[in-house]
């Protein structure tokens, strides 16, 4: 399964794939293409490191949204991609490219959805959300991406507990080490195994 990996930050959950590829976790699987919007992105140094094709292509670098969707699902193509995962991608996904790569796109939110997800919920916004809601019970879901935000069929989700002196900060971290780096990988071998 050839698979290009969409990113805006540190890259934690990249890292969490090529590890799980170079171990075996992820099977049948070739990481062809790491695509950030931010060219400061963490996330396109672990690519480098990983010899993994990086590039960046970033709204600002296009006289519209259009031509930037269009150079996005261009490049996403020109890798011969399979799987397109998004990896803490922050940009809004063409409605073309949805429809192209139909179940074919996915996506990691730190949430149990439908709970803090949608428009505005993204990074630490969405334990800010949680904790003020004092729920006792948060986590991670990956889903196929449609047209919506946050909205696509589920594939996997893993609860994990909210302890009482957490912080944004704190959540997130165990989020992301007991659940995001998990689902993320279950989900692509899932798909290379299917595929
Ligand atoms: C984090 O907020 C994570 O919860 C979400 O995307 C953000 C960046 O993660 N999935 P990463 O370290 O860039 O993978």
Redesign the pocket.
Known sequence: LRVTVL????????QAIIDSVNNGTIKNTKLVGVISNNAGAY?LERAKKADIPAFVISPKDYESREIFNDALLAKVKELDTDLVVL??FLVRIPEKMVHEYSHRIIN???SLIPSFCGVGY???K?HEAALAKGVKVSGATVHFVDEGMDTGEIIFQKAVEVKEDDTPETL?RR??EEA?WKLLPAAINKIALNS
């Open positions: 990113v805006s930050g540190g890259g934690t959950n990249l996330a990896a803490g990691i939110h730190p993204y990074g630490l969405v997130q989020i992301m995001e």
